[in-house]
């Protein structure tokens, strides 16, 4: 049997230690749990409701919302000009990439966007969709497309 006697400097360093791992290990829980929600919101295409402002659904990224998204961007034709660029009614679809997508696009690349790593449908209550896409800049650039955009949504809405 083996009896430890701590004077009262040593019982203060040891428990100043024993708090300090407490500590850090709480410190690395807490960041690894944000993390990892990070992550998964970033991989979560959703579906918002303009009018409502809010997110109405939440879905993981999968290879049909993938491609479709792939066929929107090249499938774009022109930049969309309308004043009104958010409408009052409608539905916006971000569709997040992991990793950042790289675009080969003669009007994403005039404007010096060569990767996306989201991108955001919108679907004004009346009238066509449009493509919205944020520069590295965070400076937006609105534009037409020639696809059918409904079998996204309906992909979304599944």
Known sequence: MMILTLNGNRLKTVIAAVLGIMLC??????????????????????????GKG???K???????????????????????????????????????????????NKWLNNCGIKAIDKMYIVYPEEGTPYVLILDKRGRPYLYNFGCDANRLLNKVND
């Open 25 to 50: 290990y709480s410190i690395y829980h807490y960041c690894v749990q944000s993390c990892q929600a990070s992550v998964n919101t970033r991989l979560n295409v959703e579906l918002f409701d303009i």
């Open 54 to 56: 809010c997110v109405i």
């Open 58 to 104: 939440m879905t993981p990224v999968d290879d049909a919302v993938l491609a479709e998204s792939k066929k929107i961007i090249k499938g774009i034709t022109g930049y969309y000009l309308k004043a009104n660029a958010i409408p009052e009614k409608g539905n916006i679809i971000k569709i997040p990439f992991e990793p950042d997508l790289n675009v080969r």
